[in-house]
């Protein structure tokens, strides 16, 4: 792996070895940005769809819990178990799933995200759980991937009669960044790492539906690899490093159409995915360079901008990769029919990018 990491080797000596105590700082106010982020209810609540599905809470609430569960700090125990009992109030939907929020019907998403929170806090044996697991288990396909959503409570959440030609083949095929976050569940890695090793690009990296910044799927798919431990995956593990290796500019960022400097969320995933191989030099400089510009970026409050951009890709596009007119929520003019398909919504409280970077970040302190 020899490239521009260790070209420039008087600037990369310098940062090779992340200041101990600025790490702890950055990850104390982030959690702290975090837990004062709540709802008086305890909700973590972010993004906010046109019409009425409203802002997100179930999903985001999961997706905030299970990666603050791996902090060590006290205050957080206390949220986790109040986060948990919430989402168990949630019990309206008849399979027992999550979803985005009170409003939709639920996906494997959500749920799966909801489970690991569930296994963090030693309630993975619940009733609750294991009614979730059984639906999530629905969402299993024909080529070994997870579908976000079943038709049939997509067709009943929209009111879509079964008769009615319209086509969900895009929401309900397997996704490769769904697969790569429930594959995090034990109980369900081994069912889907077929589906990740033949869905890997030749470039290395895996492509998300819902997100267009494939850092987030292409981590999760080699740490679901690394995780089940077979050595013949490796060369898959490596061959993702090095793409993150070439998405990482000289300054320790990764670029994206909307943020030509440097985004937040899609360079923390990046971050997340190269920590998978600590031992290569280049990948060592790689490293000390997305944490310290990370660390640059941190507001004053503990959060980082909001850049993790979710996509709505028609019910029917199976490639929304190939799709070239997306509109950003922010920008679609008053008057204009806001529709969730086609648009792109971001993080507007900056909840979800946060707990992003916290993770790459507390893994970077626990190896210095």
């Known amino acids: 792996m020899k490239s521009q990491w260790l070209e420039d080797s008087t600037r990369q000596k310098k940062m090779l070895s992340p200041d101990l105590n600025q790490l702890s700082d950055s990850l104390n106010a982030a959690v702290t940005f975090l837990l004062e982020s709540k709802s008086p209810e305890g909700w973590w609540q972010d993004y906010n769809f046109p019409q009425a599905a409203s802002i997100g809470d179930e999903w985001v609430t999961s997706y905030v819990g299970t990666i603050l569960a791996t902090v060590p700090d006290t205050r957080i125990s206390e949220a986790l178990i109040k986060a948990w009992e919430l989402l168990k109030t949630r019990n309206h939907r008849p399979t027992g799933e999550w979803g985005y929020n009170y409003i939709l019907c639920g996906d494997a998403d959500s749920t799966g995200w909801a489970l690991q929170l569930a296994a963090a ?45 319209i086509s969900f083949a895009g929401w309900c095929s397997s996704h490769a960044c769904v697969s790569a976050a429930v594959a995090a569940l034990p109980e369900f890695r081994p069912r889907l790492l077929d589906y ?41 593990i490596d061959q993702a490093v090095v793409w993150g290796l070439k998405r990482l500019s000289r300054q320790g960022f990764v670029v994206t159409s909307k943020h030509p400097d440097g985004s937040t969320f899609a ?44 996509r709505i890709p028609y019910p029917f596009d199976r490639n929304p990769n190939q799709f070239p007119h997306w509109r950003y929520y922010e920008e679609i003019e008053e008057g204009d029919n806001k529709r969730f398909e086609g648009s792109i919504i971001f993080d507007h409280n900056s909840i979800f990018t946060t707990a992003t970077v916290v993770n790459p970040l507390l893994k970077v302190k626990q190896g210095v």
């Open 121 to 165: 806090i030693g309630a993975t044996d619940s009733e609750r759980a294991q009614r979730a697991k059984a639906a999530l288990s629905m969402h299993l396909q024909s080529d070994g991937g997870i579908s976000t959503f079943i038709e049939e409570s997509i067709r009943a959440y929209i009111k879509v009669p079964d008769l009615v030609n």
């Open 196 to 236: 990740l090793r033949t869905t890997q690009t030749s470039h290395g990296n895996w492509d998300g539906y819902w997100w267009s910044d494939h850092e987030y799927t292409t981590a999760l798919a080699a740490e679901a690899l690394a995780a089940e431990g077979q050595a013949t995956d490796q060369p898959r």
């Open 267 to 310: 360079t923390a995933w990046c971050l997340r995915l190269l920590l998978l191989n600590t031992t290569d030099a280049e990948v060592k400089a790689a490293i000390a360079a997305a944490t310290h510009w990370l660390l640059e970026q941190q507001k004053p409050n503990g959060s980082w901008m909001p850049s993790a951009y979710l």
